[in-house]
């Protein structure tokens, strides 16, 4: 069958949290819709160890024959679970609120609003709290080293593909440190978990987002022309990029010739923790349990496009896109933006290695790239 029409019984689960990515504890609280953003809770700390919530769970389920009332969910809520514990505000050392940029613009307004822009940075930046280290457990947000800056609003973790243009505004305001910094939080994530999830939760961990990371890199590099520091993450770079390779390929047909392109696609088949209760409605119009699962993965792999959501990844019964968010199959498709990211990447990944003096590995993945180039070239135009 091709992927997009394999149907398994079999839950794939978001990540092995039974707090925040599986089991009834999560299914019980997401259901009882007790915040506004199903996001509110997966954010949340527990008080104690992961044990003792569980075991908290489990003593209001016995004594409310497994039919607890809102209130009752509010109250357990209430007791095992707390905000705003996980990070720490951090204006990064490098701040300044007046970069040489600012002078070279001529238009008051614009440097003005250039100047408010970039006041915004301290309220943005976050370290992760003591107790996140020493309690890894009891937080759906993933340890990193240094101190990062967030999308803002309810995104308040370091996220894959926002960071390449958090990076570009950070460069410009000559936070370069920063940027390092942020560079080795996601390969101290790639090094850990073998490829660059989505966000830095636990509950993204069955996703990544559109692969962006070499660009990031080679713009650090073009600011600051800290090549020796090549060296350190080179190694995380072919890890994430063999990841793509080997998780998120297919085979096209075209014009009786065979080529491999990637695609996006989560293997978790499982409502998203985050948006749990919009998972469940969506996914609500599919009776068979098998149907379901396709339709939960398939919003998961929409999420790994970043662009979540687009009609792009619709798919109507003729193959149009005359439909809604229940159709959404973006594992169906190859996307020239996604494989064009690929190939810029390989080729970025044969630079570092010339700069890291391997010419083997620098021939290996320029030869990656050139492969890739012409597949998306065939794929697109064919042989005419
Ligand atoms: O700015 C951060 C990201 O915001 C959107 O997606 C995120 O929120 C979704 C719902 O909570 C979640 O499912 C998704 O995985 C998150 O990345 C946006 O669509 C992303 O492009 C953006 O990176």
């Not at 599986?22 to 506004?36: C, E, H, K, S």
């Not at 409605?281 to 687009?310: I, N, P, Q, R, V």
Request: glycine letters at 4%; a negative charge; hydrophobic letters at 35%.
């Amino acid at each position: 069958n091709p992927i997009w029409q394999q149907k398994t019984l079999k839950d794939i689960q978001s990540c092995s949290s039974p707090v925040y990515c599986q089991g009834p504890l999560l299914d019980t609280v997401q259901r009882a819709q007790i915040f506004n953003d199903s996001k509110t809770f997966v954010d949340m700390s527990q008080v104690n160890s992961v044990n003792i919530t569980l075991e908290n769970f489990w003593k209001l389920m016995n004594a409310t024959d497994g039919t607890p009332t809102r209130q009752d969910i509010i109250e357990f809520v209430n007791a095992n679970f707390l905000s705003q514990n996980e990070t720490v505000p951090w204006t990064p050392p490098d701040f300044n609120e007046n970069p040489s940029l600012i002078n070279k613009i001529q238009d008051q307004n614009v440097r003005e609003f250039t100047q408010n822009l970039i006041k915004i940075w301290p309220t943005l930046g976050r370290k992760i709290s003591p107790d996140v280290y020493q309690n890894p457990d009891q937080h759906s947000i993933l340890e990193v080293p240094n101190g990062f800056v967030v999308p803002g609003g309810r995104f308040k973790e370091l996220y894959y593909w926002d960071s390449l243009w958090i990076v570009k505004g950070l460069l410009i305001s000559e936070m370069y440190d920063t940027v390092k910094g942020m560079l080795e939080n996601m390969c101290y994530l790639i090094n850990q978990i073998g490829f660059m999830p989505n966000g830095s939760r636990n509950y993204f961990l069955n996703r990544s987002q559109p692969p962006a990371l070499t660009l990031m890199i080679q713009e650090y590099l073009k600011y600051t022309k800290n090549t020796a520091w090549v060296n350190e993450i080179v190694g995380c770079v072919e890890s994430e990029l063999t990841f793509w390779l080997e998780n998120h390929t297919k085979l096209v047909e075209k014009d009786g010739e065979v080529y491999e392109l990637a695609h996006f696609e989560s293997e978790s088949n499982t409502p998203r923790p985050e948006s749990y209760d919009k998972d469940l409605k969506t996914c609500s119009s599919y009776s068979e349990e098998t149907e379901k699962k396709l339709c939960y993965k398939s919003l998961k792999s929409g999420a790994e496009t970043g662009w979540d959501f687009s009609t792009r990844w619709f798919f109507d019964d003729n193959g149009g896109t005359d439909t809604n968010l229940t159709h959404i199959r973006p594992q169906r498709v190859v996307p020239v933006d996604l494989n064009a990211f690929l190939c810029k990447a390989f080729a970025d990944l044969a630079e570092f290695y010339a700069i890291s003096g391997e010419p083997h590995k620098e021939a290996l993945w320029q030869e990656r790239s050139n492969i890739w180039q012409k597949s998306i070239e065939m794929v697109r135009n064919g042989n005419g």
